[in-house]
């Protein structure tokens, strides 16, 4: 007779049907958005990733954002 047994980490992987939103730190203002919210500010050299947000503030304003 062959036994098989499933781990504890398996079991509560199977059970769960939710997903975790993947998330990401903005360098602009320090703050943790959804990854939908990534932008590339191919405008710099090298290439700045920041929210959406900054985004919009660096492009509207002209003027410069402390780095946090």
Known sequence: MIKTTTRPEEKEQSNSNETKEITFKCKLCGKTKPLSQLRELKRFF???????????????????????
């Open 46 to 68: 090298p290439v700045i990733m920041a929210c959406a947000d900054c985004d919009e503030k660096m492009a509207c304003s002209g003027k410069r954002i402390k780095w946090s």
